[in-house]
Nanobody
Framework: VQLQASGGGLVQAGGSLRLSCAAS????????MGWFRQTPGKEREFVAA????????VHADSVKGRFTISRDNAKNTVYLQMNSLKPEDTAVYYC???????????????WGQGTQVTVSS
């Protein structure tokens, strides 16, 4: 599975962005998908994950109520809708695919290249 993240950019605090992660390969719908983010000097952290069917989701406490993960298996794409953005959400966001629906990044098998999100105050 190859993953291509997009949709990042510069937005003011309180604004919204929607990230997309397009996957190649016929097995996309069999993978759980996750979003992670990383800022310079910090470890990559879990943001959200969604089951292969889309019926199960989990969000980090720091984004719960503001971010929503979703997927469209017909389009081989997973999304991260980000609302009420804060400066502390500034990071490079990565999508990942794995066989287990977990927060632990070492359980994900495939990673996208990352897309930069910058939130100005």
């Amino acid at each position: 599975v190859q993953l291509q993240a997009s949709g990042g950019g510069l937005v003011q605090a309180g604004g919204s962005l929607r990230l997309s992660c397009a996957a190649s390969g016929r097995s996309f719908s069999s993978y759980h998908m996750g979003w992670f983010r990383q800022t310079p000097g910090k470890e990559r952290e879990f943001v959200a994950a969604i089951s292969w069917s889309g019926s199960g989701t989990v969000h980090a406490d720091s984004v719960k109520g503001r971010f929503t993960i979703s997927r469209d298996n017909a389009k081989n794409t997973v999304y991260l809708q980000m609302n009420s953005l804060k400066p502390e959400d500034t990071a490079v966001y990565y999508c990942a695919a794995g066989r287990v629906l977990v927060r632990a990044q070492d359980k994900y098998d495939y990673w996208g290249q990352g897309t930069q999100v910058t939130v100005s105050s």
